[in-house]
Structure formats: C-alpha cells, structure tokens
C-alpha cells in the first residue's frame, strides 16, 4: 500500500473468473446517481475482462445513454412499477434473446421484476442493496426479499446486509461488494492537492445531492460555530439540488460564506481544491462520494451510520460524528483545521485503504467471485 500511496497506482489485481461470461444488468433509474455510476464502471470493467454485459433500462434514461457511449451493448424496458407483470415477461424473453447466464438487478423495481420474471423462467439472479432503511414487513415485501428465485444478494455496506438478514435472508447468501471507484481518474488531483496551501480561505466540501438524509443543513448548522474562529472559511456544496438551500444559509446568516454548486461533471478538480471533506449523512448506504474524497487524499468527516463507518475508520482514517449532532461535527472539523499534521496523517492513511479495498479493479473481482458461487449454485458450471 505504500507504493500505491506514492505513485497513485492501484495495487496489482489477480482476476477471480477464468471464464467468460453473458451479464445481464437491470435498472429502472432515470437519472444520474451513484448506482448509475456504479452499474457503469463495473459493467466496462466486466467487459474489458472478456464478459459480455447487456443493460436494460429506462429509454432515453441517463444510464442508457450512457452506457451506449462507453460501448455496452443496451436494451430498452419500462420498469413502470413493482407489480409490472408485461415488464417481467420482457425481462424474461430479453434473457433468453441475449442470452444471460446471469441477471443482475441493481435497483428496487429492477429488483421485483427481475424476481417476477425468475418465476417465468428459472435463473441465476443476483440483486444489489444499496440502501440501508428497514425492510417493510408486507407481504409483498416478504416476497421480493426473501424469494428462493434470488440466487445471491450484494450488499454495498455492513449495515445493508444487516438489514437483509434481519428480514430473513440467509447471512451466506449475502456478499459485502462496496461501490468502486476509478482511481486513476483521480490521480491528478490527488498530486495537485499536495501543492495546496493550507492558508486561507479554506474550503470546506460536501459532494452529494440534495435530499434531507444527506445532512446538509447539519453542515449548516455547523457552519457558524466554524466561521467564529476561521471566519474566511468557504462551504462548498456540490450536487443536484444544492441550488435549493440559499434560503437555508441565508436563515442562518451565513449566505456569503457558501458556494451552492449544484451538479458539476469536474469533481476531481473540486475535490483537488478541498481542505476537508465532510458527510453529515443521516443515512446512507455506501458513501461513493466520500470514497473518491479519500481517493483525492482529503481528509474526511463521516456521520457514524449506514456505510459510512465501512469507508471511514475512526480516527485511522478519517473522524466519524453521530448523525445529526451539529456540534459534534463542528468539533471535528475545527479539531482537523488546528491539526494538519494529524488531518494529513488521517488522509494519507485514508487514501492507502480506498487503493487497497475499493478500487474498480478490486471490487470487480469480488463481483466475479460472486457471480462464479451463483452459477455453481444453479448448476450452470
């Protein structure tokens, strides 16, 4: 790890599969998120390794434009609800036309057809949790969770899989694969931030769309308490949605202190220009934004909950406050802008342990390995 740490090269890989195999990714997600992101970087990755990936979704979707750019092979279905019983018999004939040795579905509704339509017609199917909220008790629920039609669960952090468990699915027949990152998309940056100076003003980032669970107006209700004692101190919030808390910053009075992004394509460069990273989630699943944080060598403020304790090892490689407190969380963060020796310290531990554990190279193998134990468990090899 510590030459991965001075070149900015992720650590050699060993390829789990030695075999190839057709990949079936399904999503109903219309616009760009961090699992679109993820359904892409792995699904190339997948490719480049020899596999055939196919990704069925939403027409004129992000994901579908997307992936057809970067050479994966697409298919348009509706995925209109749930209960979309025309949409599993469309799955179904897609998985024979392809055909897929294995389906993988990486969203909610993507998640009940997919399992619908392995009632139509038996197969290897392999399902994401991303988030980490508790599971509703309805039957219908109890259906889609717990079908023996569902071959293997991945699950993007400790607390998802938690939370499977506790409705009844077998712990063995969950996998922990995190989010991946790209890591040399932020190589760059992470020599650039080197260069920065740790004078004022310092900028303080959150990267995520706007949504009550992300804990942004926590970052704001911390804002103040920071700005006493570092007064040219800049809040940087980048996202869908940001835009929207101007009234909230302005209610606390610190409206000349924040700049709302909104969504930008150039998060390394921003990164690269980060003191602090900070996310003040009240839940979350795997906090991708925070994992290309430490990838950019920025050290890194986490809420303890959901994934987030996954990325970040409390005072090893970042600092963990509960969720919510907005005292706790200005206290961490003034105690790293007193303490840059100890704050580069963090993040340069940080940074090893994202080349070792969450790189693209690295959680692919892992999804390989998973989906050789699913055809083993449906005879397919």
Request: charged share 25%; with cysteine; proline share 6%.
């Amino acid at each position: 790890s510590g030459l991965a740490s001075a070149t900015g090269r992720p650590p050699v890989h060993t390829r789990t599969a030695s075999f190839s195999m057709n990949l079936l990714f399904v999503s109903e997600s219309r616009h760009w998120s961090g699992g679109v992101n993820q359904i892409l970087l792995t699904g190339a990755e997948l490719r480049r390794r020899g596999h055939r990936v196919v990704v069925a979704g939403r027409a004129g979707s992000v994901l579908l434009g997307t992936a057809r750019e970067r050479g994966l092979h697409v298919i348009p279905l509706a995925l209109r609800q749930d209960y979309d019983l025309t949409s599993a018999i469309r799955l179904r004939r897609i998985r024979s036309e392809v055909p897929a040795d294995i389906v993988h579905a990486h969203h909610p509704k993507a998640h009940a057809v997919a399992v619908a339509a392995a009632h139509l017609g038996r197969f290897p199917l392999v399902v994401t949790r991303r988030v980490v909220s508790p599971i509703s008790g309805n039957p219908f629920s109890r259906w889609k969770y717990r079908s023996a039609r569902i071959t293997s669960y991945v699950a993007v952090c400790r607390a998802a899989k938690a939370a499977l468990v506790a409705v009844g699915v077998a712990r063995d027949r969950v996998d922990v694969v995190p989010s991946a990152v790209e890591v040399g998309r932020y190589a760059e940056s992470w020599r650039r931030r080197q260069a920065l100076s740790a004078g004022p003003p310092v900028r303080v980032g959150l990267v995520g769309n706007s949504a009550g669970r992300r804990g942004h107006d926590v970052m704001l209700d911390a804002a103040p308490r920071i700005l006493e004692r570092y007064p040219d101190t800049r809040f940087v919030f980048v996202g869908r949605g940001t835009e929207s808390l101007r009234a909230l910053a302005e209610a606390r009075g610190i409206s000349s202190s924040i700049d709302l992004l909104g969504e930008r394509p150039d998060v390394p460069d921003l990164l690269a220009g980060f003191h602090l990273f900070v996310m003040p989630s009240m839940e979350e699943g795997i906090a991708t934004a925070l994992i290309e944080a430490q990838c950019t060598g920025v050290p890194s403020v986490g809420s303890n909950t959901g994934g987030i304790p996954d990325v970040i090892a409390d005072d090893e490689t970042g600092i963990l406050v509960p969720p919510g407190n907005s005292g706790r969380l200005a206290d961490a963060v003034l105690g790293l802008l007193g303490d840059p020796a100890r704050a580069a310290s963090l993040a340069a531990r940080g940074r090893e342990r994202v080349l070792r554990e969450f790189s693209l190279e690295h959680v692919v193998d892992r999804l390989e390995a998973v989906y050789a134990v699913c055809l083993e468990r449906r005879g397919h090899r």
